[in-house]
């Protein structure tokens, strides 16, 4: 089954992706804050996190190599509001996050992006580095 975490400050925005979610049979949980949500990865594994990129209180290097500690793996897709700059957007891609555009068909972006078969449990070390981050 593939599991979504959604973390997002709009309750409305991330309650309608949660009822889109649980309406394809997709398991999901909502984050409204990074921290909420990288805790919550700590506990459970999951097969893709979707955030809103505004919710990145670092760099994107730094963010990058968070939920690569905390969910390795795990395809991170960040949505954005359209017609933000260009370079804003590569920057995330060259990190490894894919991006998406508010409002997206979640159906589509599952098609594309390549989901791990098998969730990945987080890594050793990975509880002291969202402390670190999130205190």
């Known amino acids: 089954m593939i599991r979504v975490l959604t973390i997002d400050g709009n309750r409305r925005r991330a309650h309608a992706l949660a009822l889109e979610c649980l309406e394809q049979g997709v398991a999901v949980r909502v984050a409204e804050t990074l921290c909420e949500g990288a805790r919550y990865l700590l506990e459970a594994?999951?097969?893709?996190?979707?955030?809103e990129a505004s919710m990145?209180?670092?760099?994107?290097?730094?963010?990058?190599?968070?939920?690569?500690?905390?969910?390795?793996?795990?395809p991170v897709l960040l949505t954005v509001d359209a017609g933000g700059p260009v370079e804003d957007l590569v920057d995330l891609e060259l990190k490894g996050f894919h991006v998406v555009s508010h409002p997206f068909v979640l159906r589509d972006v599952i098609a594309k992006i390549?989901?791990?078969?098998?969730?990945?449990?987080?890594?050793?070390g990975a509880r002291a580095r969202v402390e670190a981050v999130c205190g």
Do not use: H, I, N
């Not at 594994?45 to 955030?51: E, G, N, Q, R």
């Not at 390549?114 to 050793?124: D, F, G, Q, V």
């Open 45 to 51: 594994p999951v097969s893709l996190v979707l955030a």
């Open 56 to 74: 990145l209180r670092m760099a994107s290097a730094d963010q990058a190599r968070l939920f690569d500690t905390v969910a390795p793996g795990v």
């Open 114 to 124: 390549e989901l791990p078969a098998k969730t990945t449990p987080s890594r050793r």
